[in-house]
């Protein structure tokens, strides 16, 4: 606490107002509190540039990693003796409290298996439900039909929109353990300002879906060697009222996936080469800062990842620089991934349609085909003993 600016008593210039109760919901308190961490952890020799939550040391040539959400913290490595007297130094600056080995975080819960760690989100799903009223509801295989078309035209304005809202932002926050519901609560999400009835239908079908999944989360699997690979796909005029395609990538450590995104485009392509290529654009951007955060942390990437798309076009024109006079529309700033190829960063290959992972992020499947890319993107479910000792 200080004075404010201009209102500082000369004659008191150190005395401030004594606060009765903590001041919650400022502006500036989140801001100001990781000023003043991240000031700490910089005086400590930690580290950060390309993402802001996370902190970095190397320690004897052990490498020790901070993940800051605002007083939530993680610390890992592999110099246990330092992370405790880490967590010593931080608890005699703010006063913290050390939960052990993390099991649960931020709604996620972490399960270490013999094959890996799990994260899933089964008490988060349980209260979602619970909320709107769907805990005995029946589960159904695949969070939307493989023949819905969404669209603002196709029923009657929703009533209680801020319910349809409310559920919507809180599967938002569940797509970071649930790729498989990702496609469809970006697809709802763009209706927030004009919801029907029929989106509140397929809203109640993806928390359905999720009854029937609710154990189901991210296996990590440890992995012999460092290969970052990406697959990008795009749904070329999916959408009904603007014919805007969505884009859709998925990138993997191994055989683990660690990013994904599923996004409608902000133009309209005028072929399905030039929406493939856009996805490959975007594909591309997520992956050069992965391996830029890699390089950070002094983990080494000998080859180049490779991004895997379905379409033979949009492989041609990342590869091959000579002007096309089909693609003179199209910005300047996509064909950057022509420099990313030409740099052995990206090596842009093709994959079989049937093959092609990133399918569950731009369009609805059939039930057999969405299980199928379920298992391929390392969802797995876990028992239901291990998940009643965890709660």
């Given at each position: ?210 009854k029937?999944?609710?154990t189901t ?65 975007l594909?591309?951007t ?26 033979i ?18 910005e ?5 991934i ?54």
């Amino acid at each position: 606490m200080v004075q404010p600016q201009g209102y500082v008593d000369p004659h008191k210039p150190t005395h401030v107002c004594k606060l009765v109760k903590a001041l919650y919901g400022l502006k500036q308190a989140p801001k100001a509190w990781y000023d003043k961490l991240k000031a700490f952890l910089v005086s400590l020799a930690f580290k950060t540039r390309f993402d802001s939550s996370l902190f970095f040391i190397k320690v004897q040539g052990k490498l020790i990693l901070v993940l800051v959400y605002v007083d939530d913290i993680l610390i890992t490595g592999d110099c246990n003796q330092f992370i405790s007297e880490l967590i010593v130094k931080l608890n005699h600056k703010f006063s913290l409290k050390d939960l052990g080995v993390v099991s649960y975080f931020l709604g996620l819960e972490t399960h270490r298996t013999s094959g890996g760690i799990q994260l899933t989100q089964p008490k988060y799903i349980k209260d979602l439900l619970q909320k709107v009223g769907l805990s005995h509801s029946k589960p159904v295989p695949t969070p939307i039909c493989s023949s819905t078309k969404l669209s603002l035209h196709d029923s009657t304005p929703l009533e209680d929109i801020t319910l349809f809202r409310s559920t919507l932002g809180a599967l938002q926050y569940l797509t970071m353990t649930r790729p498989d519901i990702s496609f469809v609560v970006n697809k709802l999400s763009q209706f927030l300002n004009a919801s029907i009835v029929n989106h509140w239908k397929i809203c109640k079908r993806v928390l359905r879906y999720l009854k029937g999944t609710i154990t189901t989360g991210i296996m990590f699997q440890p992995i012999t060697r460092m290969s970052l690979e990406c697959y990008a796909d795009a749904d070329w005029a999916s959408c009904v009222d603007d014919r805007r395609s969505t884009s859709g990538f998925s990138v993997f450590l191994g055989p683990n996936i660690i990013s994904w995104s599923s996004k409608k485009q902000h133009v309209v392509a005028r072929s399905s080469t030039e929406s493939e290529y856009r996805a490959l654009a975007l594909a591309t951007t997520e992956v050069i800062w992965i391996r830029a955060l890699f390089v950070e942390l002094g983990i080494t990437l000998a080859q180049p990842s490779v991004l895997w798309t379905d379409n033979i076009g949009a492989i041609t024109l990342a590869s091959n620089p000579v002007y096309h006079a089909r693609t003179k529309h199209i910005e300047i700033d996509v064909h950057f991934i022509r420099d990313q190829v030409r740099n052995r960063e990206i090596d842009v290959r093709h994959v079989p349609s049937e093959e092609q992972l990133a399918d569950i992020l731009t369009k609805p499947l059939s039930a057999t085909r969405f299980q199928c890319l379920c298992n391929k993107l390392c969802l797995a479910s876990l028992p239901q003993s291990t998940l009643h000792g965890a709660c």
